[in-house]
């Protein structure tokens, strides 16, 4: 059967009329229901839209009371880094409440949530701004430190005001409890990886029934702390919530819309930490919606939903004669009333059809036993039926065939190409095409072909220096050739270098950026107009580099232990189209006190000093990995990659002097440890003063300046024998020791 004939019986078989759609109204206040139909022809689907005027559509809100900022955030070990400074901040936006909405009660906010991992709980403060500024702390910072960021917490939120039973030193989440101390700015530095953050919540709001960590409002308790590490906030159950260092009571009178931020600091050094994502969570009653309206609802025979009012609906299966069908819309609202209204959509069986096609003169198109032999347009009427009349509109249209005739010239060195058409030799051709209509055609061609008398010959060098033809020339990515025209009474110059288009040139620079062998191809053209082409197989090997990379430990040599084992992590280019075969090695120079030394093991083992030696400082360590490959003609082709570091070796030797001489002139007023503010490594320390009847004279913590250290002039201590103890911790572990002084005017 002819295909407009398989269309026609396929459209009598689908048509519809829409007779008629009842539109009953129901009321919610001032707003009627009103449904609009699409109507299509030949059972085919109809849209039903619903709305509350004629062609809207209800919109079913969905306001969000709770909002999270994904993604994860580095919070860098209590020094500034870039933009944020000291402080990581974020916002979550509320657009979705009324204008004037504000806070106004402490329950108003369910809860604020953070994942997140650190250690030393006592090193971080944590807070909340809303969109006007007032701002709420969740955890106070615990104590002052000597950090670059400890005075960027404002004083009104150092020092816990809740629950100081739990040790500092308590972990949240599982942390990574290593640093970077050379790029602590940089999360991807070795060191700096993210550990495993958890969810804390922290909430005023006892409306909810949420259940505070040790049951009483008070926060990171003893008892709610697990191997050294808080526990983590059940969100969906509503356990382990924290009351707010300070009251959410601050933030009354805030506005709802409008960014609010979370504020993460850290301001005491040796470790660091991460914010994988937060959440602020309101109370749904604060959503005052538009609409009112909950959902809408289709209920009749096959009706698919569209969006959240608009339907389709399909006829009846089978249907073979005039049917009517009923369909009812339902409107569910936000206070529990439904709007229902009911409408019928009449299917018939009477189509209007078009029948279009586009054929070449001396086809023939038949419709049921019509002929059709030209173009032809203009309409029918057929009857199916005693009762069903079937209007047919015509648009048939006839193109012609074309013959074309053309003469084309080559030089005899060329190959014969027209028209993405090769001919084998001169002569007579006739090639067959289509029209945009696609009627069949002739193009008439005859080829003539012209002598040409020139070769073309390309040069190559690697280094502008030596020109060659075909010699072959190796490398390392990237890896740079130029290329020129060796062809006499050339007049134009095109190229293929292997991994590129053509490009067109007399002389011409090329940087090979991939690995592999490359051919290179040339055409060049006489001023006759004649072209001869040329190429060289494999003439441009490129290799690839390694990647230099290492590690050492520990990360920070001590002037007792100068010695640092290196970890070599170089890594060798593999996966190119060459290069399978090479071999690997090393060259560390590493910077000594009076100049450097060469090692050539893969992980060498490195000591700066000899035992009793004193050194200390910066000392920069440079490796090169070197990844060599045997070349074209067999001679080796080193392809080379470094890394560099500092390494600082610092002086942990602390010193206790016996005698001080608080007389006034500048020299040994003070009693100090030698050492200890100058390596920075132990800067959890404390120190207690007795005289010599065993009565504390001085006693201080964490000592981070000069004016910390004890001065006998200050706490009116005569001459005299005196004693003193003295602790401290760093990443070498814990000294402690004590001994005698003596005050000499």
Same mark, same amino acid.
């Given at each position: 059967?002819?295909?407009?004939?398989?269309?026609?019986?396929?459209?009598?078989?689908?048509?519809?009329?829409?007779?008629?759609?009842?539109?009953?109204?129901?009321?919610?206040?001032?707003?009627?229901?009103?449904?609009?139909?699409?109507?299509?022809?030949?059972?085919?689907?109809?849209?039903?839209?619903?709305?509350?005027?004629?062609?809207?559509?209800?919109?079913?809100?969905?306001?969000?009371?709770?909002?999270?900022?994904?993604?994860?955030?580095?919070?860098?070990?209590?020094?500034?880094?870039?933009?944020?400074?000291?402080?990581?901040?974020?916002?979550?936006?509320?657009?979705?409440?009324?204008?004037?909405?504000?806070?106004?009660?402490?329950?108003?906010?369910?809860?604020?949530?953070?994942?997140?991992?650190?250690?030393?709980?006592?090193?971080?403060?944590?807070?909340?701004?809303?969109?006007?500024?007032?701002?709420?702390?969740?955890?106070?910072?615990?104590?002052?430190?000597?950090?670059?960021?400890?005075?960027?917490?404002?004083?009104?939120?150092?020092?816990?005001?809740?629950?100081?039973?739990?040790?500092?030193?308590?972990?949240?989440?599982?942390?990574?409890?290593?640093?970077?101390?050379?790029?602590?700015?940089?999360?991807?530095?070795?060191?700096?990886?993210?550990?495993?953050?958890?969810?804390?919540?922290?909430?005023?709001?006892?409306?909810?029934?949420?259940?505070?960590?040790?049951?009483?409002?008070?926060?990171?308790?003893?008892?709610?702390?697990?191997?050294?590490?808080?526990?983590?906030?059940?969100?969906?159950?509503?356990?382990?919530?924290?009351?707010?260092?300070?009251?959410?009571?601050?933030?009354?009178?805030?506005?709802?819309?409008?960014?609010?931020?979370?504020?993460?600091?850290?301001?005491?050094?040796?470790?660091?930490?991460?914010?994988?994502?937060?959440?602020?969570?309101?109370?749904?009653?604060?959503?005052?919606?538009?609409?009112?309206?909950?959902?809408?609802?289709?209920?009749?025979?096959?009706?698919?939903?569209?969006?959240?009012?608009?339907?389709?609906?399909?006829?009846?299966?089978?249907?073979?004669?005039?049917?009517?069908?009923?369909?009812?819309?339902?409107?569910?609202?936000?206070?529990?009333?439904?709007?229902?209204?009911?409408?019928?959509?009449?299917?018939?069986?009477?189509?209007?059809?078009?029948?279009?096609?586009?054929?070449?003169? /001396? @086809? +023939?198109? %038949?419709?049921?036993?019509?002929? #059709? !032999?030209?173009? *032809?347009?203009?309409?029918?009427?057929?009857?199916?039926?005693?009762?069903?009349?079937?209007?047919?509109?015509?648009?048939?249209?006839?193109?012609?065939?074309?013959?074309?005739?053309?003469?084309?010239?080559?030089?005899?060195?060329?190959?014969?190409?027209?028209?993405?058409?090769?001919?084998?030799?001169?002569?007579?051709?006739?090639?067959?095409?289509?029209?945009?209509?696609?009627?069949?055609?002739?193009?008439?061609?005859?080829?003539?072909?012209?002598?040409?008398?020139?070769?073309?010959?390309?040069?190559?060098?690697?280094?502008?220096?030596?020109?060659?033809?075909?010699?072959?020339?190796?490398?390392?990515?990237?890896?740079?050739?130029?290329?020129?025209?060796?062809?006499?009474?050339?007049?134009?110059?095109?190229?293929?270098? /292997? @991994? +590129?288009? %053509?490009?067109?040139?007399?002389? #011409? !620079?090329?940087? *090979?950026?991939?690995?592999?062998?490359?051919?290179?191809?040339?055409?060049?053209?006489?001023?006759?107009?004649?072209?001869?082409?040329?190429?060289?197989?494999?003439?441009?090997?490129?290799?690839?580099?390694?990647?230099?990379?290492?590690?050492?430990?520990?990360?920070?040599?001590?002037?007792?232990?100068?010695?640092?084992?290196?970890?070599?992590?170089?890594?060798?280019?593999?996966?190119?189209?060459?290069?399978?075969?090479?071999?690997?090695?090393?060259?560390?120079?590493?910077?000594?006190?009076?100049?450097?030394?060469?090692?050539?093991?893969?992980?060498?083992?490195?000591?700066?000093?000899?035992?009793?030696?004193?050194?200390?400082?910066?000392?920069?360590?440079?490796?090169?990995?070197?990844?060599?490959?045997?070349?074209?003609? /067999?001679?080796?082709?080193?392809?080379?990659?470094?890394?560099?570091?500092?390494?600082?070796?610092?002086?942990?030797?602390?010193?206790?002097?016996?005698?001080?001489?608080?007389?006034?002139?500048?020299?040994?007023?003070?009693?100090?440890?030698?050492?200890?503010?100058?390596?920075?490594?132990?800067?959890?320390?404390?120190?207690?003063?007795?005289?010599?009847?065993?009565?504390?004279?001085?006693?201080?913590?964490?000592?981070?300046?000069?004016?910390?250290?004890?001065?006998?002039?200050?706490?009116?201590?005569?001459?005299?024998?005196?004693?003193?103890?003295?602790?401290?911790?760093?990443?070498?572990?814990?000294?402690?020791?004590?001994?005698?002084?003596?005050?000499?005017?």
């Amino acid at each position: 059967m002819h295909p407009f004939m398989k269309k026609i019986m396929f459209l009598i078989q689908k048509c519809i009329i829409l007779i008629y759609c009842l539109l009953p109204l129901c009321m919610q206040g001032q707003r009627i229901v009103r449904v609009d139909v699409d109507s299509v022809a030949c059972f085919d689907s109809v849209l039903i839209r619903v709305g509350f005027s004629e062609g809207n559509e209800i919109v079913v809100e969905n306001l969000p009371t709770s909002l999270s900022h994904p993604g994860v955030a580095f919070l860098p070990d209590a020094i500034p880094c870039g933009s944020l400074g000291c402080s990581y901040r974020s916002p979550v936006t509320f657009s979705c409440f009324d204008s004037t909405a504000t806070i106004s009660s402490v329950n108003d906010i369910n809860f604020v949530r953070l994942n997140i991992e650190h250690s030393y709980i006592g090193d971080i403060f944590i807070g909340i701004t809303c969109p006007n500024g007032q701002r709420a702390s969740l955890m106070n910072y615990s104590f002052y430190g000597s950090s670059d960021c400890s005075n960027s917490v404002p004083s009104e939120y150092c020092g816990w005001t809740l629950g100081y039973s739990v040790p500092i030193s308590t972990y949240l989440g599982m942390p990574n409890d290593e640093q970077n101390s050379s790029q602590p700015c940089t999360s991807t530095a070795p060191g700096n990886e993210p550990g495993t953050g958890w969810n804390y919540c922290w909430s005023n709001n006892t409306e909810n029934g949420y259940v505070y960590a040790g049951d009483d409002g008070i926060i990171y308790r003893i008892g709610n702390s697990h191997n050294g590490t808080i526990d983590s906030s059940d969100v969906a159950a509503g356990t382990q919530f924290y009351h707010p260092d300070q009251n959410f009571s601050s933030l009354i009178g805030c506005p709802l819309n409008g960014d609010w931020y979370i504020e993460v600091m850290d301001g005491w050094q040796n470790d660091n930490g991460y914010i994988f994502d937060w959440e602020l969570s309101l109370k749904d009653s604060l959503i005052i919606p538009a609409s009112g309206i909950a959902s809408v609802d289709m209920v009749g025979n096959e009706s698919t939903r569209v969006s959240d009012s608009s339907f389709l609906v399909s006829p009846p299966e089978g249907i073979t004669s005039d049917t009517t069908v009923t369909y009812t819309v339902i409107v569910h609202t936000l206070l529990g009333e439904d709007l229902d209204t009911t409408f019928n959509i009449h299917y018939s069986t009477s189509p209007h059809i078009t029948i279009e096609d586009h054929l070449c003169i /001396g @086809d +023939t198109l %038949w419709v049921d036993s019509l002929a #059709i !032999t030209d173009t *032809y347009q203009g309409r029918d009427t057929v009857y199916r039926g005693e009762n069903c009349p079937i209007i047919r509109d015509f648009d048939v249209v006839f193109s012609p065939s074309f013959h074309f005739y053309d003469t084309v010239v080559f030089c005899y060195t060329n190959r014969y190409s027209w028209h993405d058409q090769a001919f084998p030799s001169p002569g007579d051709y006739d090639l067959a095409w289509q029209t945009a209509s696609g009627c069949d055609s002739v193009w008439h061609v005859t080829i003539v072909g012209r002598d040409s008398g020139f070769v073309a010959t390309p040069l190559i060098s690697n280094n502008c220096i030596d020109w060659y033809s075909d010699t072959m020339l190796a490398g390392c990515r990237p890896m740079t050739v130029w290329l020129k025209s060796g062809t006499p009474h050339a007049v134009r110059n095109w190229w293929n270098l /292997g @991994d +590129t288009v %053509w490009i067109e040139g007399d002389e #011409i !620079t090329h940087v *090979y950026d991939t690995i592999g062998k490359f051919s290179i191809a040339y055409i060049t053209e006489s001023e006759h107009g004649c072209l001869d082409t040329a190429e060289v197989r494999d003439i441009v090997w490129v290799f690839g580099k390694p990647e230099a990379a290492f590690f050492w430990a520990p990360e920070q040599p001590s002037t007792s232990h100068p010695t640092a084992e290196f970890f070599n992590q170089s890594t060798s280019f593999t996966g190119g189209a060459i290069g399978d075969q090479y071999t690997m090695g090393y060259l560390w120079n590493i910077q000594t006190s009076s100049g450097y030394d060469s090692v050539r093991e893969e992980n060498p083992i490195y000591t700066w000093a000899e035992e009793g030696e004193n050194v200390f400082g910066d000392f920069t360590v440079v490796l090169t990995a070197i990844q060599t490959y045997p070349g074209p003609y /067999g001679e080796p082709t080193e392809c080379e990659d470094t890394a560099s570091a500092t390494i600082t070796i610092v002086n942990d030797w602390l010193q206790f002097p016996n005698l001080v001489s608080p007389n006034g002139d500048g020299t040994n007023d003070t009693w100090k440890v030698v050492n200890l503010l100058e390596c920075g490594l132990y800067q959890m320390n404390e120190l207690w003063i007795y005289n010599k009847w065993g009565t504390l004279e001085y006693h201080v913590q964490n000592i981070a300046e000069e004016d910390d250290f004890w001065d006998p002039e200050k706490t009116r201590s005569p001459d005299g024998t005196y004693f003193f103890r003295f602790s401290a911790k760093s990443i070498f572990g814990i000294v402690r020791t004590n001994g005698m002084i003596e005050v000499v005017r």
